[in-house]
């Protein structure tokens, strides 16, 4: 590939870029916001509580990626009643149906890591903020959650990596990200293992700047290894 070609496309590939980081940023946040109380329910000694979590959980986690944007793209405008209601503007959308599934997707893997960040917590900071007169719901929001965060961190980056590269399954369902775009270069040029190659040094490329972000977020935290400990 001659680098006037590269230089004809790279603006179509940044575009796609731009779509694949809206993508992951927006479903990576709202997936933490939705598996914060999921975590927490999923960490209770009470059955009750932890069952209908546990039974989200399973199904996502369960189930592919790429079945569940099926799912949501093509099973849900089966049904008159959702073609009818006051979603359908956004879930005949492309774009919304990838942010709703990788959200509902990454949310199960975000409560399990929340889960288990919160079950390390040390037993001892625990009995010694109840020991200092603190509720139940302060010892959670003061001394639980700030110290999970901090155990759960590391596994929470590798998450946000793992969207990144499950993005290019919205290509499947039309949508121009990085990958669909790559393909769509291909088709024009005829220059497949260029254009997917470029592709890949793009993924890679944000791979590596998320990876040094949340590295120096885990080194402001002060996060070790032993912070279960």
Sequence with gaps: MSWETFIKWLPSFLDGAWLTLQLV?????????????LGIARSS???PVRALPYAYIF??????LLVQLFLVYYGLAQFDVVRQGPLWPYLRDPYWCAIITMTLHTAAYIAEIIRGAIQNVPAGEVEAARA?????????WHIILPRATRIGLPAYSNEVILMLKASALASTITLLELTGMARKIAARTYLHEEMFLTAGLIYLAIAFILMQGFKLLERWLRVDACQGR
């Design 59 to 64: 199904f996502f986690r369960g189930t592919p």
């Design 132 to 140: 200092l007169g603190m509720s139940r719901r302060q010892t959670l």
């Design 25 to 37: 940023g927006v479903s990576v946040l709202a997936g933490l916001i939705l598996a914060l109380p």
């Design 45 to 47: 000694r009470l059955f």
